[in-house]
């Protein structure tokens, strides 16, 4: 409950903040009315279990989850993902599914692994929100058209079957889908309407033109559900059963990994307007409770609601009062308005996920991240879009993180470098360290190669260094391994570094290792990479390995190798 205790301690609960909370709330309440009932029936549910929804889960999100302006409930994200699972396991099986992402989230959240979700690249979020814009489009063609249904399990062949039934259109239903898109899309602009929600306009509109004319052929809430019902339905538990939930822990998974994403995202967006700071860990604890609580209350799966936050913050609200009185709103017209909502035409509905597909498509940042953005990261982009579109969302996103990380490690192992060290070079540093240059004379010992590992030294870099120092393409007395700009190593890195400690032993080379940071030289001694290499063999500064250096290349070079060292300088 940190938001409210925020809040509290702020003093935005105070009288003087009641009025704008309130109106935001109440706004936002007609806001998500339309869009709550539209995402239940694109789920496959009924369109008062979106409304169950956003109630229920309105409520726990606004008192117990991190962000003080989060607006919670079912969102157009997770239709791919829900109306996949209730066409396999029907309305039960999305609801205990829900219900187990409810307790991922909250076990996530008690784990504070809030931050690891900030990790996913951008051209992952981009392309699959993109690719779900796409599909949640194509998938209203029926109702918007009112077409006869199609089959097909997969989008292409959807498609295809919709295409081959556009002939078929309805001209009534055709007609009001038109009408509420324009109205949609105009009210804002036409100075009397501009500050009522333009779905609500479209609602209001295509339900009184359908209530009068009554035309023949166009589906209604009431035709295809038989109107809303009156109140919240009596708690009650889905079918538990372990062989369900062992059948429902993908979907649950993916319930919550969407959840977790797109509430943090919406938490972020609400910070950078409103200049809050919200706590990610207790944020998923708030969402892990919602939606342990909304399939109880016959709901089903939801998420931080990004446009309805925005409206939120743009009509004054600051504390979990706007969020509490949204679902309260809700509440109200359950039990007074639910009889007026048979005549709602699902078309109109239609028309409004018509919009809400367009905002999450986010075409305009698709166009300009594929012109501007590497090439690298494009390919990412356009994999998962691609794979969002044709095959499933999960697969999507676990293919696009893997390959940025992918991408990632090449760019980091890139950008390793291991660079050969001239005497020069070494005399001129060793000159400004105090009391070194008298001690050595100011010149580096005969028969010494230096070289510098600039990086990470973990697994994706160490062939290049392995090469780097096994092939000096000369033979040397000693050489140094400076590691002062190696910020971690890895195992494979130590063993790498073991491996090459013992192939220049075998030919004769002393290796000497020095100015490596507390933390990479805690791993070589537990990794007994300084036991292998005998630990007069490291040095902490520079001048003292060079000393080091040198009593090795003294104790193994002849007269002649000095001379010819020393005349090589």
Same mark, same amino acid.
């Given at each position: 409950?940190?938001?409210?205790?925020?809040?509290?301690?702020?003093?935005?609960?105070?009288?003087?903040?009641?009025?704008?909370?309130?109106?935001?709330?109440?706004?936002?309440?007609?806001?998500?009315?339309?869009?709550?009932?539209?995402?239940?029936?694109?789920?496959?549910?009924?369109?008062?279990?979106?409304?169950?929804?956003?109630?229920?889960?309105?409520?726990?999100?606004?008192?117990?989850?991190?962000?003080?302006?989060?607006?919670?409930?079912?969102?157009?994200?997770?239709?791919?993902?829900?109306?996949?699972?209730?066409?396999?396991?029907?309305?039960?099986?999305?609801?205990?599914?829900? $219900?187990?992402? *409810?307790?991922? %989230? @909250?076990? &996530? +959240?008690?784990? !504070?692994?809030?931050?690891?979700? /900030?990790?996913?690249?951008?051209?992952?979020?981009?392309?699959?929100?993109?690719?779900?814009?796409?599909?949640?489009?194509?998938?209203?063609?029926?109702?918007?058209?009112?077409?006869?249904?199609?089959?097909?399990?997969?989008?292409?062949?959807?498609?295809?079957?919709?295409?081959?039934?556009?002939?078929?259109?309805?001209?009534?239903?055709?007609? $009001?889908?038109? *009408?509420?898109? %324009? @109205?949609? &899309? +105009?009210?804002? !602009?036409?100075?009397?309407?501009? /500050?009522?929600?333009?779905?609500?306009?479209?609602?209001?509109?295509?339900?009184?033109?359908?209530?009068?004319?009554?035309?023949?052929?166009?589906?209604?809430?009431?035709?295809?559900?038989?109107?809303?019902?009156?109140?919240?339905?009596?708690?009650?538990?889905?079918?538990?059963?372990?062989?369900?939930?062992?059948?429902?822990?993908?979907?649950?998974?993916?319930?919550?990994?969407?959840g977790a994403i797109e509430s943090l995202l919406s938490a972020v967006v609400a910070d950078g307007m409103a200049g809050t700071r919200h706590d990610s860990n207790q944020e998923l604890v708030g969402q892990g409770v919602a939606n342990i609580l909304a399939p109880l209350f016959g709901g089903f799966a939801a998420t931080g609601a990004i446009a309805r936050t925005a409206t939120n913050i743009r009509n004054g609200g600051n504390s979990p009062l706007a969020g509490i009185t949204h679902a309260l709103t809700l509440v109200l017209v359950l039990l007074f308005l639910a009889p007026l909502a048979a005549s709602v035409p699902l078309a109109t509905l239609a028309a409004i996920l018509f919009v809400v597909a367009w905002n999450m498509s986010e075409a305009r940042q698709f166009a300009r991240m594929v012109r501007r953005a590497p090439r690298a990261d494009v390919a990412i982009l356009l994999i998962t879009f691609t794979l969002t579109v044709l095959t499933d969302l999960v697969v999507a996103v676990n293919v696009g993180v893997i390959l940025a990380m992918l991408q990632f490690l090449r760019r980091m192992s890139a950008s390793v470098e291991v660079t050969r060290q001239d005497a020069t070079g070494i005399e001129r540093e060793l000159s400004v360290e105090p009391g070194a240059a008298e001690s050595l004379g100011e010149r580096m010992p005969p028969g010494v190669l230096v070289y510098a590992i600039d990086g990470p030294f973990f697994f994706g870099a160490v062939e290049a260094c392995e090469q780097a120092l096994v092939h000096t393409h000369t033979e040397p007395r000693v050489l140094l391994i400076r590691l002062g700009r190696v910020p971690f190593i890895d195992m494979t890195g130590l063993q790498t570094l073991e491996a090459v400690i013992r192939t220049l032993r075998r030919r004769g080379v002393a290796v000497v290792l020095a100015e490596a940071n507390a933390r990479v030289r805690q791993k070589l001694e537990r990794a007994g990479v300084l036991a292998a290499l005998g630990q007069e063999n490291y040095a902490d500064a520079l001048a003292q390995a060079v000393r080091r250096c040198g009593v090795l290349a003294g104790e193994g070079a002849t007269e002649q190798d000095r001379e010819d060292t020393g005349a090589s300088h």
């Open positions: 409950m940190i938001a409210l205790r925020e809040a509290w301690q702020a003093g935005l609960f105070r009288r003087a903040n009641w009025l704008p909370n309130l109106v935001s709330g109440v706004i936002v309440g007609v806001v998500a009315l339309p869009l709550a009932m539209a995402f239940a029936i694109a789920s496959g549910a009924k369109p008062e279990q979106g409304l169950y929804t956003a109630i229920v889960a309105g409520l726990a999100v606004s008192m117990f989850g991190g962000s003080r302006l989060q607006i919670a409930g079912p969102t157009g994200a997770f239709i791919v993902v829900l109306s996949a699972i209730t066409a396999r396991y029907g309305i039960g099986g999305l609801q205990l599914a829900t $219900l187990m992402a *409810g307790l991922i %989230l @909250l076990a &996530l +959240g008690l784990a !504070r692994l809030g931050g690891v979700i /900030r990790y996913i690249p951008a051209p992952v979020i981009v392309g699959f929100t993109a690719g779900i814009g796409v599909i949640i489009f194509v998938g209203q063609w029926r109702d918007f058209f009112g077409l006869p249904p199609v089959a097909g399990t997969h989008f292409h062949e959807k498609l295809w079957h919709l295409l081959q039934a556009l002939p078929q259109w309805h001209a009534a239903t055709t007609a $009001l889908a038109l *009408g509420s898109l %324009l @109205l949609v &899309l +105009g009210a804002p !602009r036409i100075r009397w309407l501009h /500050r009522i929600p333009g779905p609500l306009v479209a609602l209001v509109v295509a339900t009184a033109v359908q209530a009068l004319f009554r035309f023949d052929g166009v589906a209604t809430i009431g035709s295809a559900f038989g109107g809303l019902p009156r109140g919240l339905p009596a708690p009650s538990l889905p079918e538990i059963s372990l062989a369900r939930m062992i059948e429902l822990a993908g979907p649950a998974f993916t319930i919550a990994m969407l």
